[in-house]
């Protein structure tokens, strides 16, 4: 269906040695509208047993990839799938994902492979069956072209995909035809790459039988596929995998082939991509089994499966892949309450001894659980460990999510290998990650998970509106946290009311989870039954497709109501007000969004870890210790568009010069520099776009340097030094017209852009300097190919942006769900010229509606600063 280098190490700091069994004590739990049930049940895992070199293979994705920059950069090398399935060149099935088009971007995002499904090159589903001829022909021109590639062993072919249903359905029948079939394409790829990898059969589910058929025959005529594929697409799949995966093996064994590399290349189900405590379930199976798999492409291509919000932001799932992709060292034994047993506890485990730290991932269950951990190697984690437990949650397909808080915190006492891991419950949508390593020479970690509590909008107080419910046992449908929703608020009379009760007076974001019918949506919020606020909901893909819309609320300590209704002070709102509500989240807000990246959980080009260099502890308690020439990349998360200090400390023995590079480009004047040895602070206040931003520092000097943390910090203030113009303010030329839009900002925007449409705008007078930029753009487009039974076919509109007596610089835009619902989309513009006007436009197609656009310098400070 639709579908780390060897490392030098710096010896840990001295540590206690007293041995007593300990256990992690969480933080404060959040409040929950859901009861977390009394007992725990336990997940064991022995860090002594390993099961083999981590694989680190199983999120692979079916379409992951839509067009150049769509998803972007950041969250493919993040989530680091080690191959995507996409069309073959020139394939008619969907209007983008084509294999050649988006390879670049795989590759360079440090995936391995890209695989051809060549029968997507028919536009109908199933494919039209016009003779085996017919698809030879088709065939050839695919094979040429990616012939004339350089990298042309990075592409696998699947020749045929779910034979089983689709051309060769009746294997009493049509046995032979497929038999016959599959050597003619086989032999015919062979002929134009030689070097080829083919993989097959690629069937919609496990068949042992035709499976033995196929094997003996193909191994009889020299047409073996070179990766044994099929798909695991229900969610009993999660009961019966393991068990075909041995019996495929016995099968192997038996016909004396193999054992043959094998790539699960569809696999997982609406209900599951984008859940992590769904995800975790099946990326444990994947691993345990050493395979490959790719999620299928139930949606849109280009959205990473459902993981990638918008173009650049990440939801909870996508946490959880990137996660996965940390994972270092061997996998170690992990046993779950109930093995091979759907909708249940489920984790994997990894020890990487040259790092000194364990890493569990686990989930799948409501209960709180009980971590158990043995193994724990004295000579590699000393008598102490510190323990972090992070959780990352559903946040809806379209809803936003930062890094990932540390719910639980603590430094204990190893006894005899062993500690338990107290992980908090009630939320069996989450997943989690514990990170365990020797215990350093500073402070214990501490756990910084703000107060959160989640309503269910169906236990509130619904008045003439509808409780639906989403549930689904076939995993057809998209999910629903709680498994039912609020739908049909379409009278002035609609609206849902949660109590709540925080715990201080301040200020809180309120979270709503919520779909639309493909349409902007209005609501008027209510706090203790007075108007707050009319909140605008952009648009999601349908009712079930879920977004999340947060805005902030200031409140006293103690119960509240808050409601939202269809109606507001100025009446009933009407159809926009029709939103389907699933959940309401309230966080505290304690500061300026802040957040604080390990750099020993980071990922690195050369360089080593340390746990406590005692000289420097104050200083770089956990340090990342880096060569000349050596990286250290993390992934940083943005709410909002707009200017964020980062900073880091360091040591360097002398002159030392710390590279910044953000979203894979290098920062001019984002250098941090210090004359002489010692200890430092370096912050740079850079333009950050909302969602993920990958950031890689790296040493340029001659000598090691030692660092500490990368601490990230809005700074709201530097946001002066962006300007913002309305489109319809702009210049506009060859048929590009203003438009009036409600939901434009200025009550109009300008479409028919692109085709010898543009518009130009002067350059501000306080941006009249050549430098690194970044453009953000208010958006709206809803192209899209229609016939297809269930992938949206959605098309990407693309802008140029040309500076005059400059260069052209061209941007993707997403697929929005609308044609009047402007999302903002940052990209990256370079400027060689001090003054030179921006006109925008697209002279192979049509662009976007445009409402607004800013420029904002990238780096708006840089400085450093000695550390005594």
């Known amino acids: 269906m639709r579908h780390r280098p060897a490392r030098s190490r710096i010896p840990v700091g001295a540590v206690a040695a007293a041995l007593l069994v300990a256990t992690l004590s969480p933080a404060a739990p959040a409040a929950s509208a859901q009861p977390e049930p009394a007992a725990a049940e336990t997940l064991s895992v022995d860090l002594a047993a390993s099961t083999g070199a981590f694989r680190g293979c199983a999120t692979g994705i079916l379409y992951g990839l839509g067009d150049p920059g769509v998803p972007a950069h950041d969250l493919i090398a993040g989530m680091k799938p080690c191959s995507v399935a996409q069309k073959p060149p020139d394939g008619e099935q969907h209007p983008n994902g084509d294999a050649l088009v988006v390879a670049d971007d795989l590759f360079a995002s440090g995936g391995a492979d890209v695989y051809i499904n060549s029968q997507d090159i028919y536009s109908a589903w199933p494919y039209q069956d016009l003779g085996i001829d017919d698809y030879l022909a088709r065939l050839r021109p695919q ?79 020299d047409v073996l596929p070179d990766i044994i594929t099929w798909h695991e697409l ?22 004396g082939i193999g054992p043959l590399p094998i790539n699960i290349t569809e696999y997982a189900n609406r209900r599951d991509t984008s859940v992590p405590g769904q995800m975790i379930q099946w990326l444990t199976m994947l691993e345990d089994t050493k395979v490959e798999g790719q999620m299928a492409y139930w949606t849109l291509a280009g959205n990473l499966s459902d993981h990638a919000v918008r173009t650049s932001r990440a939801n909870g799932g996508w946490w959880l892949t990137k996660w996965y992709a940390d994972l270092s060292g061997d996998t170690v034994r992990v046993t779950p309450p109930k093995p091979s047993t759907r909708d249940t506890l489920q984790g994997l485990a990894t020890l990487d001894r040259a790092d000194a730290k364990a890493t569990v991932l686990l989930g799948g269950t409501a209960n709180a659980v009980d971590v158990a951990v043995t193994g724990l190697d004295r000579k590699t984690f000393g008598g102490h460990v510190d323990v972090r437990v992070a959780k990352t949650t559903w946040s809806g397909y379209e809803g936003d999510a930062g890094q990932p808080p540390v719910v639980a915190a603590s430094r204990v006492r190893v006894s005899d290998g062993k500690i338990t891991v107290k992980v908090p419950g009630g ?3 989450a997943a989690y990650q514990v990170i365990v390593t020797p215990a350093g020479l500073a402070a ?52 849902v009311t949660v109590d709540v009760d925080v715990p201080r007076t301040g200020a809180y974001r309120l979270g709503v989870l919520y779909g639309t019918g493909g349409f902007v949506g209005r609501q008027g919020l209510y706090v203790d039954d007075a108007h707050h606020s009319t909140l605008t909901f952009p648009a999601t893909l349908n009712w079930q497709y879920r977004g999340r819309l947060d805005t902030p609320v200031q409140l006293t300590a103690g119960r509240h109501r808050l409601s939202l209704r269809t109606s507001d002070p100025t009446g009933f709102l009407g159809r926009p007000g029709d939103i389907a509500l699933d959940r309401i989240d309230l966080t505290e807000i304690t500061g300026p969004e802040t957040s604080t990246y390990q750099l020993t959980d980071s990922r690195r080009t050369g360089g080593s870890v340390d746990r406590g260099i005692r000289a420097l502890r104050a200083l770089v308690p956990n340090a990342v210790v880096l060569g000349a020439g050596d990286t250290v990349t993390t ?14 400390t360091w040591f360097g023995a002398g002159h030392s010069k710390l590279g910044l590079t953000l979203s894979d480009r290098r920062v001019t004047g984002g250098d941090l520099t210090a004359d002489r040895a010692g200890a430092w602070t370096g912050t740079t206040t850079a333009h950050l776009k909302a969602g993920v931003t990958e950031v890689v520092l790296s040493n340029e000097g001659r000598t090691p340097l030692v660092l500490g943390t990368l601490t990230q910090v809005r700074d709201t203030a530097a946001d002066r030094r962006a300007v913002r113009v309305e489109a319809e303010s702009g210049q506009l030329g060859g048929g590009a017209a203003t438009t009036p839009g409600t939901w434009a900002s200025g009550g109009s925007y300008v479409g028919q852009l692109g085709k010898g449409g543009t518009l130009t705008v002067p350059r501000p007078d306080v941006l009249r300097k050549a430098g690194q930029y970044n453009l953000t753009v208010a958006y709206a487009q809803a192209e899209k190919n229609t016939g297809h039974p269930y992938n949206t076919d959605a098309v990407t509109r693309f802008l140029d942006t040309a500076e005059a007596g400059g260069g052209t610089t061209r941007a993707p835009y997403r697929h929005n769900y609308t044609w009047d619902g402007f999302w903002p989309e940052t990209s990256p513009l370079d400027l060689t010229t001090a003054a030179g006007a921006l006109t925008l436009g697209n002279a192979t197609g049509w662009g976007p509606n445009v409402d607004w656009l800013q420029l904002a310098p990238l780096v708006a400070a840089n400085s450093v600063t000695a550390r005594h």
């Open 234 to 255: 229900s969610p009993d799949s999660l009961n019966h995998y393991r068990a075909h995966h041995e019996d495929y093996r016995a099968i192997e064994k038996s016909l």
């Open 427 to 429: 939320d069996p949508l």
């Open 143 to 221: 094979l040429e072209k990616v012939a004339a590639r350089p990298d042309r062993d990075r592409f696998v072919w699947t020749i045929f995909n779910e034979p089983d249903w689709i051309w060769y359905g009746d294997w009493a029948t049509k046995k032979d035809k497929f038999l016959a079939d599959w050597t003619k394409v086989y032999r015919t790829v062979k002929s134009v790459l030689p070097d080829a990898r083919i993989d097959g059969p690629g069937e919609a589910s496990y068949n042992p039988g035709r499976l033995r058929d196929f094997l003996t025959y193909a191994k009889a005529n």
């Open 444 to 495: 214990a970690p501490v756990a910084n998970a703000p107060w959160t509590a989640g309503y269910e909008a169906e236990s509130g107080l619904v008045e003439n509106a509808r409780v639906v419910d989403q549930s689904d046992p076939s995993g057809w449908r998209y999910t629903t946290s709680g498994g039912k929703d609020i739908g049909y608020m379409n009278n002035a009379g609609s609206r």
């Open 635 to 648: 992934y940083v998360s943005a709410a909002e568009d707009g200017y964020y200090a980062l900073s880091t």
